[in-house]
């Protein structure tokens, strides 16, 4: 099996940071692209950033120059770090990974349980 957890979420004031933490763990044999998504009330899930194994990152407009992503490969980690939050921030976000758990299998998408960020004042 392979897990998911995330955590740091919670509520901050608008202009504040948080950082998010999503550590896997289970049956590993390597781990591909690392990302976070979001979904807010009545909205689809969206992308937010992605990561990967080699440090190439990609993110959506909307975070641009306020969220960084990263990765510790050796903590099979993946981290973002929220900056200059704004109310429309706020959403549940997913972490998610592509794990290839035994050789010669493909790799397989996982997701987080969702850690929810409220940014209000």
């Known amino acids: 099996q392979v897990q998911l957890v995330e955590s740091g979420g919670g509520l901050v004031q608008p202009g504040g940071s948080l950082r998010l933490s999503c550590a896997a763990s289970?049956?590993?044999?390597?781990?591909?692209?690392m990302g976070w998504y979001r979904q807010a009330p009545g909205a689809q899930r969206e992308l937010v950033a992605i990561?990967?194994?080699?440090?190439?990152?990609n993110y959506a407009d909307s975070v641009k120059g306020r969220f960084t992503i990263s990765r510790d490969n050796a903590k099979n980690t993946v981290y973002l770090q929220m900056n200059s939050l704004k109310p429309e921030d706020t959403a549940v976000y997913y972490c998610?990974?592509?794990?290839?758990?035994?050789?010669?299998?493909?790799?397989?998408?996982?997701w987080g349980q969702g850690t929810q960020v409220t940014v209000s004042s």
């Open positions: 990561v990967t194994r080699d440090g190439s990152t």
């Open positions: 289970g049956s590993i044999l390597s781990i591909n692209a």
């Open positions: 998610n990974a592509y794990i290839r758990r035994f050789t010669g299998r493909p790799y397989s998408g996982y």
